[in-house]
C-alpha cells in the first residue's frame, strides 16, 4: 500500500491560472502526489485546472460542503456540489455533511443520499468530522457510524481534540472503532483548547504530534488490512484564524506552508506500512 499525500491550496492565494501553475509547480517539485480543492471557495474554471494538473501529472480530490436552512435544502446542496466535483474526476470527494443541529434522523437522510451517489458515480465520498456538522464528537459520530456502518470518514481529529477538550486518551475503545471507517486523513495537529497548535516542529507541541501520528498510524494499519492500494493524506494547516498570530501586526507566527511540508515529511517518515 501507498500513502498518497495531497496539498491543500487553503493558506495561499489561488485565483487565477497563473497562481494556480505557480503553486502546482511547488506541489510537484515537493513530492506531493496531488491537490486538495475545496469547491465553495474555488473561482479557477474546470478546464484550466484540469489541463494545470495534468502538466505536472497531479491528482485531484475535491471538497465539498453542504448548505442551507434546513435538511431539504442540504440534500439539494449535496446533489448539486457532488455532481460539480464529479467533473474535476477527483481520487474522492470529501464533504462536510449536515448540521450539529439536525436530528440524527435527518442527518441520516444526507448521508445515506451520500452512499447512493457513491453507488450511482462510483466515486468514494468521505464526511469529515468537523465542529458545525453532525461528526463534531466521537459520541455523535459513533450513532452515525453504528446506523450507517459502510459510511466513509475524512478524519480530522483535531476537531474532537477541541470538542472533548481532551486528547483522547481516555476514550480509546471508541477511537479504534471509528478509525476503521476511516479512508482519508486531514493531517492537523490540534490540541484540548484549538483545532492548531502554533508550529508541529516547535517542541512544546511534541507530545501532541506524537499522539496524532499513534491515531493515524492506526487509520493506516485499518487501510492495510482492507488490502487498499493507496491511501490519502492532505497535510492541512491552515491561515488565520486557524492560525496564530501576532497580536499587534497580525503576521502568522509560523510559516504555514512550511508547517504542511514538514507534516508530510513526518508523515512519510514515520508512517510504518505493515508488512
Known amino acids: 500500500m ?47 485546472t ?15 460542503a453542504t ?10 446542496s449535496l446533489i448539486k456540489q457532488v455532481d460539480r466535483a464529479l467533473l474535476f474526476s477527483p481520487k474522492l470527494i470529501n464533504c462536510h455533511t449536515g448540521r450539529d443541529i439536525f436530528s440524527l434522523e435527518d442527518n441520516l437522510i444526507l448521508f445515506n443520499t451520500a452512499l447512493e451517489l457513491e453507488q450511482k458515480h462510483g466515486i468514494t465520498i468521505t464526511h469529515e468530522t468537523h465542529r458545525f456538522r453532525p461528526t463534531f464528537s466521537t459520541f455523535g459520530t459513533e450513532k452515525i457510524i453504528d446506523a450507517l456502518p459502510e459510511l466513509k470518514l475524512n478524519l480530522d481529529i483535531s476537531h474532537w481534540m477541541v470538542v472533548h477538550e481532551s486528547d483522547l486518551t481516555d476514550q ?17 495537529v490540534g490540541f484540548e483548547e484549538g483545532p ?18 499513534q491515531c493515524w ?13 493507496a491511501f490519502t493524506i492532505t497535510p492541512e ?6 492560525a496564530h ?27 510504518v506500512i505493515p508488512k
Open 2 to 48: 501507498k500513502l498518497n499525500f495531497h496539498k491543500s491550496l487553503w493558506e495561499v492565494e489561488c485565483t487565477n491560472a497563473s497562481e494556480l501553475n505557480h503553486h502546482l509547480a511547488v506541489i510537484q517539485h515537493e513530492g506531493y502526489q496531488g491537490t486538495e480543492l475545496f469547491l465553495p471557495f474555488y473561482d479557477i474554471d474546470l478546464d484550466t
Open 50 to 64: 484540469l489541463e494545470a494538473h495534468a502538466l505536472r501529472k497531479l491528482d485531484i480530490i475535491t471538497g465539498i
Open 67 to 76: 448548505d442551507g436552512k434546513n435538511v431539504q435544502e442540504h440534500l439539494a
Open 172 to 188: 480509546q475503545e471508541r477511537l479504534d472503532k471509528l478509525f476503521k471507517s476511516v479512508h482519508h486523513i486531514h493531517g492537523r
Open 196 to 213: 492548531q497548535v502554533t508550529n508541529p516542529q516547535d517542541p512544546r507541541w511534541q507530545e501532541h504530534l506524537i499522539n496524532h501520528t
Open 217 to 229: 498510524q492506526k487509520v493506516v494499519n485499518n487501510a492495510f488490512a482492507r488490502e487498499e492500494n
Open 237 to 242: 494547516f491552515g491561515p488565520f484564524p486557524y
Open 245 to 271: 498570530v501576532h497580536p499587534t501586526t497580525g503576521a502568522n507566527l509560523a510559516d504555514i506552508w512550511r508547517a504542511n511540508r514538514f507534516m508530510k515529511q513526518h508523515l512519510s517518515e514515520q508512517l
